[in-house]
């Protein structure tokens, strides 16, 4: 396994809601690890706490890779019973041509054996890099989430490059964002 940066902090927002006493609040996490196989170049630079200047490429179209090791654990955990209502991936990326190159994203909570059918995917990425989200507060990409889904170890994000061959695609700051109530 190819080991990441050190994690960067969760992020975490809320309101209660006045009827019932239920809180809505999300918390974001960065990937910590990009394990094998390795198929992009660099792709730890595509985690979370990466540089701005530096990004995980490739330029072969189909070309998947996976990450895990969202830190959604300690202080930045999901409280037990928690009810998932969405889930967003974030990125900023960018293509060397803008003909038809997108990304595309699968959500797992078994390590990777299984991914979500639903495959959520940018519009054409721009030539200047530019922030994407796929998903949204109220899109669980037709998972069964639980509080529990999130291991860190279990919960894999697989995104792939739909650009042309020989476009390169450049990718990072990759987060996960979890809404929830409780």
Not at 29 to 40: L, N
Not at 110 to 119: F, I, K, M, V
Not at 135 to 164: A, I, K, M, Y
Request: proline share 5%; hydrophobic share 30%; with cysteine.
């Amino acid at each position: 396994l190819a080991s990441g940066p050190t994690p960067v902090a969760g992020h975490e927002s809320g309101s209660a809601n006045d009827q019932g006493g239920i809180t809505s609040s999300t918390k974001t996490a960065s990937a910590t690890i990009a394990p094998a196989p390795i198929v992009w170049t660099n792709p730890s630079y595509a985690l979370g706490g990466q540089s701005t200047n530096k990004y995980a490429t490739d330029k072969v179209k189909a070309h998947q890779q996976t990450f895990t090791g969202f830190n959604f654990v300690g202080a930045n955990a999901i409280p037990p019973g928690a009810s998932i209502s969405g889930v967003q991936v974030t990125f900023y990326a960018y293509g060397s041509s803008s003909t038809g190159c997108t990304v595309g994203a699968e959500l797992s909570l078994d390590g990777g054996n299984t991914y979500s059918s639903t495959n959520n995917k940018t519009g054409t990425l721009k030539t200047s890099s530019s922030s994407y989200t796929l998903g949204s507060s109220s899109n669980t990409w037709s998972l069964p989430f639980t509080s529990e889904s999130f291991d860190p170890t279990q919960f894999v994000v697989r995104l792939q490059n739909n650009c042309s061959s020989g476009t390169t695609l450049d990718l990072n700051r990759l987060q996960v964002k979890a809404s929830y109530s409780s």
